[in-house]
């Protein structure tokens, strides 16, 4: 059984510091996000994502409230409030042979907290390009 990168990701998520996302990512990985039609491939697209999600949504009320965890895949359901909105999401998390994650999906519901988060994560997208 493959090493799990679920410590290491909570850490990195209690930190809030994305330096540690590239020693979890391999280089192949696939982001699917919740608001950008077309998968986004690679280490460099990936880490980008997750750093802007991480900006936006990572806020001290910010938690995961279940978790289902596989020998290669977790499912991590979170809540956090912005802005008066609340932010039910899952992330769906996939990682290969050597423990790092490969494939990684963000699902959020409802409509209004996709219309919040994805005008928070374009400003943020844009001002770090």
């Not at 219309?115 to 928070?120: A, E, G, R």
């Amino acid at each position: 059984m493959p090493p799990s990168p679920l410590p290491a990701w909570h850490r990195v998520l209690e930190s809030r510091d994305p330096s540690g996302l590239d020693a979890l990512l391999a280089e192949d990985v696939v982001f699917h996000s919740p608001v950008v039609h077309t998968p986004q491939a690679g280490r460099i697209l990936t880490r980008m994502y997750l750093a802007a999600a991480m900006h936006v949504l990572v806020r001290p009320d910010f938690r995961y409230v279940r978790e289902i965890v596989g020998e290669r895949d977790a499912v991590l359901e979170f809540t956090v409030e912005i802005d008066g909105v609340v932010v039910n999401g899952v992330d769906l998390i996939h990682w290969d042979d050597e423990g790092l994650i490969d494939d990684f999906k963000v699902m959020l519901r409802p409509l209004q907290a996709i219309d919040k988060v994805q005008q928070m994560m374009a400003a943020v997208l844009r001002n770090s390009a």
